[in-house]
């Protein structure tokens, strides 16, 4: 059955391979004008078909015909954009947006293309992943602005919940995103139902001494970035993008991860078979604004709310390992609520194999 729908739809799409690389030129040799989604949701069709294994592709025709897929759920999926001073905020809503949704945030220089292959496996019907400032389709910030990517994500957090009049917020936060969701909680202990944190316990925690002789040269470094222009953007072809991912992440993101990732990372170019990062590269700039352990205990100590926490192992490599622990004996104080799991993994296992921890989360929300 699954080879008969293969071959069904690999004939329907040899034409429509040739069709799109055809649009795609004409619309870059007449200058056609192309909302950002338009572009975007043209370059998923070429990733989806071009890339995409035999495996894959009977997946995606059986997704056609059945309701239930080794257990994901189907969702609709909508894009979003949050009006902020700057420009917006895009999202991707997953589900009946009549329903309050659990919010989703990603991790540094990731995206919300990040928890694509996790949410189908939630049995959370409503979820709401968001793309930080700068990062996937959202606005970068104004041109001289730095980016405090702990401060910068807590205010935009905020931003969301007041857009959309929330009393309380639902929290699911990746790397940064679970730091983000951290300094939510502690900011306003009485505003969040529950917050889950993957692979992260706090804002990183940096020794002073070490913040220090450090900050001449992030200056100059981010200097450099934001005098970048337009037209000495790198430009890659898509399997130098992918391999730049998997580098760049040392092993951490598999290739099918990479190739969720870059649905929101890359853009194209006026070169049909170019890309370039969406991403502002003023984030590669990130050392300013660490926090201090005393800190971070600090805020640890207004968490209120029920309370998971899914490290990997391996997982993030940290400067002070030992600091994990203590952030979470300090969570468990005050929380309503308070579960740690360990599952073996890299830092970005939610992506590569997010069965391991889809159990574990809809465990904690249903008890």
Same mark, same amino acid.
């Given at each position: ?6 071959? /069904? ?12 690389r ?12 192309? +909302? ?14 071009? @890339?995409? &294994?035999?495996?894959?592709?009977? #997946? ?6 059945s ?21 917006? #905020?895009?999202?991707?809503?997953w ?16 995206? !919300?293309g ?35 990517i ?11 919940a007041?857009? *959309?009049?929330?009393?309380k917020?639902?929290?699911?936060g ?7 969701? *951290? ?19 706090? $804002?990183s ?9 450090? &900050? ?7 200097l ?19 391999? #730049?991912?998997?580098?760049? =992440? ?18 194209? !170019?006026?070169?049909p078979?170019?890309? =370039?990062?969406?991403?502002?590269p ?9 926090m !201090? ?13 029920? @309370?998971l ?5 391996p ?5 002070? $390992?030992?600091? @994990? ?9 005050g ?6 799991? /360990? ?7 939610h ?15 249903? +008890?």
């Amino acid at each position: 059955m699954s080879d008969i729908i293969y071959l /069904k739809f690999q004939a329907r799409y040899d034409d429509f391979y040739t069709d799109l690389r055809h649009l795609w030129k004409s619309a870059v040799r007449w200058n056609f004008s192309l +909302t950002k989604y338009e572009q975007i949701n043209l370059l998923q069709i070429f990733i989806d078909y071009r @890339y995409s &294994t035999v495996s894959q592709m009977s #997946i995606a025709a059986k997704k056609s015909v059945s309701e239930n897929l080794n257990g994901q759920k189907l969702h609709n999926v909508e894009e979003i954009e949050i009006p902020v001073p700057w420009g917006h #905020i895009s999202g991707k809503w997953w589900g009946p947006k009549s329903e309050q949704p659990l919010v989703a945030i990603h991790g540094w220089q990731d995206n !919300s293309g990040t928890f694509d292959r996790l949410i189908p496996l939630l049995s959370n019907e409503s979820v709401l992943a968001i793309d930080l400032p700068g990062h996937g389709l959202s606005s970068h910030l104004p041109r001289g602005q730095f980016y405090y990517i702990f401060c910068d994500g807590l205010i935009t957090l905020r931003r969301v919940a007041k857009y *959309f009049k929330w009393n309380k917020i639902k929290l699911l936060g990746h790397s940064l995103g679970g730091a983000i969701s *951290f300094l939510y909680a502690a900011s306003y202990p009485d505003e969040v139902e529950f917050m889950i944190s993957l692979d992260i316990a706090s $804002p990183s925690v940096r020794d002073p001494s070490k913040i220090a002789p450090l &900050t001449g040269d992030t200056i100059d470094k981010y200097l450099k970035y934001e005098a970048l222009e337009a037209s000495n953007v790198p430009l890659y072809t898509y399997n130098e993008v992918l391999d #730049i991912v998997e580098d760049a =992440y040392n092993g951490s993101v598999s290739r099918e991860g990479a190739i969720a990732l870059m649905k929101r990372g890359i853009r194209p !170019s006026s070169n049909p078979e170019k890309y =370039y990062f969406s991403r502002d590269p003023r984030l590669k700039v990130s050392a300013l604004g660490m926090m !201090s352990m005393d800190l971070v205990l600090a805020y640890a100590t207004q968490i209120k709310c029920a @309370y998971l926490n899914i490290r990997a192992m391996p997982g993030l490599k940290l400067d002070h $390992p030992e600091n @994990y622990d203590i952030v979470m004996d300090q969570i468990k104080m005050g929380a309503k609520k308070f579960e740690y799991h /360990k599952v073996e993994g890299s830092h970005h296992v939610h992506l590569n194999n997010p069965e391991k921890i889809a159990s574990i989360i809809d465990n904690f929300l249903s +008890t």
